[in-house]
Nanobody
Framework: QVQLVESGGGLVQAGGSLRLSCAASRRTFSSYTMGWFRQAPGKEREFVAAISWSGGTTVYADSVKGRFTLSRDNNKNTVYLQMNSLNPEDTAAYYC?????????????????WGQGTQVTVSS
């Protein structure tokens, strides 16, 4: 069992930045691919970004590519999602998830463990 706790959400103006963190409960965190997903009101949850266990490979949704950066610190059992140039369309609940897949993937079904989410609201 891996428990994931997200933090760092909040209210920010368009063009601003936020950094989300996801802390994992187990030292075996380093063996998991980690992903971020988001769900806006009235919409389905969608993929945002994922990172391999080593941090060497990252995958981003087209909508955030060039604005968001995903990284991880296995010594701290934590992944970070740096979000820049935020716009109102980024408003959503953001969820961190862990997958045993060898490489970062977009498919939600591959992610075994999920956090409770953190809200990001971008005002225009």
């Amino acid at each position: 069992q891996v428990q994931l706790v997200e933090s760092g959400g909040g209210l920010v103006q368009a063009g601003g930045s936020l950094r989300l963190s996801c802390a994992a409960s187990r030292r075996t965190f380093s063996s998991y691919t980690m992903g971020w997903f988001r769900q806006a009101p009235g919409k389905e949850r969608e993929f945002v970004a994922a990172i391999s266990w080593s941090g060497g490979t990252t995958v981003y949704a087209d909508s955030v590519k060039g604005r968001f950066t995903l990284s991880r610190d296995n010594n701290k059992n934590t992944v970070y999602l740096q979000m820049n140039s935020l716009n109102p369309e980024d408003t959503a609940a953001y969820y961190c998830a862990a997958s045993p897949a060898a490489l970062p993937r977009k498919e939600q079904v591959l992610y075994t463990y999920w956090g409770q989410g953190t809200q990001v609201t971008v005002s225009s």
